[in-house]
């Protein structure tokens, strides 16, 4: 039997009018957690925990005194939501995930890239009375998803610094009004008063943590902003925080869980299989003339790849340049992108419009990269980890059509990585060495001062600190 996710969106509307004052409501909402019940013995066991796990939560919503706050609008019917944002059906997994936050329970979603991970919050953020709050990493991303989901009539806006005064007071008045259903922002936004009141003003439904693997130091793509999420999400009394990411090992998803402070989450992991996607690996062999020999594998896979986009990814930003340069010397639409590119959103809003065939990239070309029809990812050498790789790599045919992802195997890589792994890596030794570091450099009240955001980066921590203790 499937999950009842039209009579759980339902409920959750009606809790909220109970919420909000309307005693009418209550009979509306007791029939629907009766029905529920009953479908108890036709589901299966993943489905029972999801409404074990959720049902309580709305029930006590129910039973406690009204909020006052005002009838919410009648939303939108579920197949009405869903072709409002162009969907005919859930894949698997989008369900449990939108029934959690349907519920008002914390939910850690970790899906392939690709596999639709975005419309586990959109879909609740049309179900539900309030505002759904989305934690982005990235402008570009935000940018990209706002306008998609206008394109479709969905209200959505961003707040970030890249906006005009205009279009910062047009987003502000949007969410004010009530016609904004999804805000974007980055985590910094979220230390600002003003706009935690702008939110808390409307009611925060949902709070959706995207790229959530950000938030764990074990993860491939660790960012301290992340760190301090669950704190600044407090004033914001959201129902329930949804956790997303593509990659998360076993150990990520624990810290995930733990750095964002979910309350029994509901875990909804498909795996990262990607049945569209064939994943190759070529030998290139090694000694004189290798980098030509992946010149030439590179051009022949692009060519094979007919007229639709791709991506290369290369080590290094010379690299990109020179392949780059290659490709469109071979007549084909190729630009460099890296992170001292002063062009780089040309080259994303040109891969996007269709105008950019092949992007040769460093792994700064990666969230917010949001182009369907992809039909090849190349790896010019190694990449440093298998999160790095499934996520990169899972770029490709996300419209569902078969797709490539091809790696340049060359045995001589191989050093360098395991060089810049070892690097990266943080011994017990020197961890004990930093803290007695600290210890020495406290003053009677054992307080060490620190200058501003030097603990994000391991290089102006070393060197705040050899100042302090004048080593």
């Given at each position: 039997?499937?999950?009842?996710?039209?009579?759980?969106?339902?409920?959750?509307?009606?809790?909220?009018?109970?919420?909000?004052?309307?005693?009418?409501?209550?009979?509306?909402?007791?029939?629907?957690?009766?029905?529920?019940?009953?479908?108890?013995?036709?589901?299966?066991?993943?489905?029972?925990?999801?409404?074990?796990?959720?049902?309580?939560?709305?029930?006590?919503?129910?039973?406690?005194?009204?909020?006052?706050?005002?009838?919410?609008?009648?939303?939108?019917?579920?197949?009405?939501?869903?072709?409002?944002?162009?969907?005919?059906?859930?894949?698997?997994?989008?369900?449990?995930?939108?029934?959690?936050?349907?519920?008002?329970?914390?939910?850690?979603?970790?899906?392939?890239?690709?596999?639709?991970?975005?419309?586990?919050?959109?879909?609740?953020?049309?179900?539900?009375?309030?505002?759904?709050?989305?934690?982005?990493?990235?402008?570009?991303?935000?940018?990209?998803?706002?306008?998609?989901?206008?394109?479709?009539?969905?209200?959505?806006?961003?707040?970030?610094?890249?906006?005009?005064?205009?279009?910062?007071?047009?987003?502000?008045?949007?969410?004010?009004?009530?016609?904004?259903?999804?805000?974007?922002?980055?985590?910094?936004?979220?230390?600002?008063?003003?706009?935690?009141?702008?939110?808390?003003?409307?009611?925060?439904?949902?709070?959706?943590?995207?790229?959530?693997?950000?938030?764990?130091?074990?993860?491939?793509?660790?960012?301290?902003?992340?760190r301090d999420i669950a704190p600044l999400l407090v004033p914001l009394a959201p129902r329930a925080v949804m956790a997303?990411?593509?990659?998360?090992?076993?150990?990520?998803?624990?810290?995930?869980?733990?750095?964002?402070?979910?309350?029994?989450?509901?875990?909804?992991?498909?795996?990262?299989?990607?049945?569209?996607?064939?994943?190759?690996?070529?030998?290139?062999?090694?000694?004189?003339?290798?980098?030509?020999?992946?010149?030439?594998?590179?051009?022949?896979l692009v060519a094979e790849c007919g007229d639709r986009p791709a991506i290369v990814y290369m080590r290094t930003r010379?690299?990109?340049?020179?392949?780059?340069?290659?490709l469109a010397a071979l007549g084909v639409a190729a630009r460099p992108y890296h992170a001292q590119r002063p062009d780089?959103?040309?080259?994303?809003?040109?891969?996007?419009?269709?105008?950019?065939?092949?992007?040769?990239?460093?792994?700064?070309?990666?969230?917010?990269?949001?182009?369907?029809?992809?039909?090849?990812?190349?790896?010019?050498?190694?990449?440093?980890?298998?999160?790095?790789?499934?996520?990169?790599?899972?770029?490709?045919?996300?419209?569902?059509?078969?797709?490539?992802?091809?790696?340049?195997?060359?045995?001589?890589?191989?050093?360098?990585?395991?060089?810049?792994?070892?690097?990266?890596?943080?011994?017990?030794?020197?961890?004990?060495?930093?803290?007695?570091?600290?210890?020495?450099?406290?003053?009677?009240?054992?307080?060490?001062?620190?200058?501003?955001?030097?603990?994000?980066?391991?290089?102006?921590?070393?060197?705040?600190?050899?100042?302090?203790?004048?080593?």
């Open positions: 039997m499937a999950l009842p996710i039209a009579t759980v969106a339902e409920l959750a509307h009606a809790v909220a009018r109970v919420e909000a004052g309307d005693a009418a409501a209550r009979a509306d909402a007791e029939g629907l957690l009766a029905r529920l019940r009953a479908a108890w013995p036709g589901l299966d066991p993943e489905e029972r925990d999801d409404l074990g796990g959720a049902v309580p939560l709305l029930k006590a919503r129910l039973d406690a005194p009204p909020r006052g706050m005002g009838a919410p609008p009648r939303p939108p019917a579920l197949d009405d939501a869903l072709a409002a944002l162009g969907v005919r059906e859930l894949r698997p997994g989008q369900d449990r995930a939108a029934v959690a936050a349907l519920c008002g329970r914390d939910a850690l979603v970790v899906m392939a890239t690709g596999s639709g991970k975005s419309l586990c919050y959109q879909l609740p953020a049309l179900l539900l009375p309030g505002v759904t709050l989305v934690v982005s990493p990235l402008i570009a991303l935000m940018r990209d998803q706002v306008l998609g989901l206008r394109e479709r009539g969905v209200c959505a806006v961003a707040l970030n610094s890249s906006q005009t005064e205009e279009e910062h007071r047009a987003a502000r008045d949007e969410i004010v009004s009530g016609r904004a259903r999804i805000v974007y922002a980055a985590p910094e936004r979220l230390r600002m008063a003003g706009f935690v009141g702008l939110l808390a003003g409307r009611g925060v439904a949902l709070a959706a943590i995207d790229e959530a693997h950000c938030a764990s130091e074990w993860g491939h793509d660790f960012r301290p902003d992340y997303l990411t593509a990659t998360a090992t076993a150990r990520v998803q624990d810290d995930v869980v733990r750095r964002l402070a979910l309350r029994r989450p509901a875990v909804v992991a498909t795996g990262a299989d990607r049945p569209n996607i064939a994943f190759d690996v070529i030998d290139v062999g090694g000694g004189t003339g290798l980098e030509n020999r992946k010149r030439g594998v590179v051009a022949r010379k690299g990109c340049e020179t392949l780059a340069d290659h780089r959103r040309q080259v994303q809003d040109g891969f996007a419009a269709g105008t950019v065939r092949v992007v040769c990239a460093t792994n700064a070309f990666g969230m917010g990269v949001d182009v369907p029809d992809i039909g090849l990812v190349a790896h010019h050498s190694l990449p440093e980890s298998v999160e790095a790789y499934s996520q990169e790599a899972g770029r490709a045919g996300r419209d569902g059509r078969p797709a490539r992802a091809v790696l340049l195997y060359a045995q001589s890589d191989i050093p360098g990585l395991r060089r810049r792994v070892a690097e990266a890596e943080i011994t017990v030794g020197q961890v004990e060495a930093r803290l007695r570091a600290l210890a020495a450099a406290g003053d009677a009240a054992g307080d060490v001062e620190v200058p501003a955001g030097a603990l994000d980066d391991r290089g102006l921590v070393e060197g705040a600190l050899a100042t302090r203790i004048g080593a």
